[in-house]
């Protein structure tokens, strides 16, 4: 065989050698783009903000509370009544999703005093025209975790609790985003009836 046919062999199998390596590459470059774009389902994403959320669950202390205006009506209540409805009165105050229409805060404006009452229903508005997008999953939960009465003073009717609490924030199929978040509750008693007067959420 002489050098020309050497030649031309060997520049054939180069060429077949860079080709082969070319199509493993390329294979290999598809696959790792499509595992990089695939979404994550929505149940999985739920799945993990569970299991991220299961530690502030469990550290959370055994408080029985129910918002009842007639049992409520037949004693006083003292600073650690307060204490409680406060940490009730934040998980609620802090949960709530555009696909539920926000309809956690709405439902809590009966423990309200009117002041608040008329700023929520303005805090209510905002928040559905910053999430007009119904199809895009918004949610945020919360859990109390502890509370701390900063005033009680029963003659003069004026109440304040910080509670704090843990938040998970979903938005679409995005990573869930879990975070410590203090709000502080500021109450005042109208006709007898402790009331909400404020809540707000600490940076």
Known sequence: MDDRKRLGIFIIGSALIIVIIIAVFMYSFNKKQQAANQVVPSTQIEADANKLFEEALNNKPQFNYAFNSTTEANRALNAEDLRKVAMSFAERFGSYSNQANYGN??????????????????????????????????????????????????KTGAGEVLVSTQRREVIGNSEPKVFTQNVLIIFEKIKGDWKAASATWQK
């Not at 303005?122 to 009465?149: M, P």
Request: no cysteine; hydrophobic share 35%; glycine share 4%.
């Open 105 to 154: 805060i709405e439902d809590l404006k009966i423990f309200m005093s009117p002041k608040m009452q008329d700023w929520a229903d303005d805090y209510v508005v905002s928040l559905r025209n910053q999430n007009k997008d119904n199809s895009v999953y918004y949610g945020i939960t919360s859990v109390a975790i502890s509370g701390e009465v900063k005033q009680f003073n029963d």
